[in-house]
């Protein structure tokens, strides 16, 4: 199997060329929100992970440190997994307190994790992906206690295409006038086309806290988001060559031809008489 190569630098030269060739009329343009310091590149090689983040705990006097790695779902093979819109994945998290002061008590009571796609395309950005939360499904204890030594940690599966983001996309596609439309699972080319570059993962860690003078513990809700940029490239079959084209897409939905490379039709066994 080929392994498809990343192809950042190109995406780069076609927003340039997007830019500097139109001018024959205007629409609007939604700028993108993802950073170095709170995104996963997934078109870098090898990069599944970002650096630990120290979040603040309002009027506490300790905070929440978190890391957020992403991960194919079970039976994937790591080394073939690339994040991309459609596609099942996997958004794992770790979380515990730093500075907690002696005779605190603290509880992950719930976290909230709601994924959205990014676009530079209005009608596209902000479609919700998927929802969900992680809580203890019992009454018995508290919820997932943390500390300094003491850590939560989940893996969280984010679905490709549930009805609801297939509806979203039906009604993106609505907006802008499409013409003759269907609600109907979309593949990612379609979504690239569209500027989607990302996806917007945000996040509520809902806190339960207990001090030592405290009758009863307190909530306290910490919020954070994680954006992964989606895998950019598309592999096309030219039956007519025997090849296959791979395509690159820029943040404006600039379709760019990096490579072609033959393909062999697997051949056919004949069943015997």
């Not at 945000?202 to 806290?209: D, E, H, K, P, R």
Request: net charge negative; proline share 5%; hydrophobic share 30%.
């Amino acid at each position: 199997m080929k392994n498809i190569k990343f192809y950042r630098n190109v995406c780069a030269l076609a927003l340039t060329t997007s830019l500097t060739l139109s001018g024959c009329g205007e629409s609007t343009y939604i700028p993108t929100t993802a950073n170095e310091t709170n995104t996963i590149d997934t078109n870098r090689d090898g990069e599944t992970t970002i650096p630990s983040k120290i979040l603040p705990v309002k009027r506490e006097n300790f905070k929440l440190e978190v890391s957020y790695t992403i991960a194919p779902p079970e039976g994937v093979d790591p080394a073939e997994f690339k994040w991309r819109v459609t596609n099942d994945k996997n958004l794992n998290i770790e979380a515990h307190t730093v500075d907690l002061p002696e005779g605190y008590k603290v509880w992950i009571d719930n976290v909230h994790i709601d994924t959205f796609v990014e676009s530079t395309n209005p009608y596209f950005n902000g479609i919700l992906q998927d929802s969900m939360d992680d809580r203890v499904h019992t009454s018995l204890i508290m919820g997932f206690p943390i500390d300094n030594d003491t850590y939560y940690s989940s893996s969280n599966l984010i679905s490709g295409q549930d009805k609801d983001f297939i509806q979203g996309t039906f009604w993106a596609y609505e907006g802008t006038g499409s013409g003759d439309i269907k609600q109907q699972r979309y593949v990612d080319a379609d979504y690239l086309k569209k500027g989607v570059y990302s996806n917007k993962i945000g996040l509520v860690y809902g806190l339960l806290i207990q001090g030592p003078n405290d009758p009863e513990p307190y909530g306290m809700d910490v919020t954070d988001e994680v954006h992964v940029l989606v895998y950019n490239c598309i592999e096309k079959y030219d039956e007519v060559k025997g090849v296959i084209n791979v395509y690159t897409f820029d943040s404006n939905g600039n379709e760019v031809l990096v490579e072609s490379y033959a393909y062999e039709k697997p051949k056919t066994r004949k069943l015997s008489e």
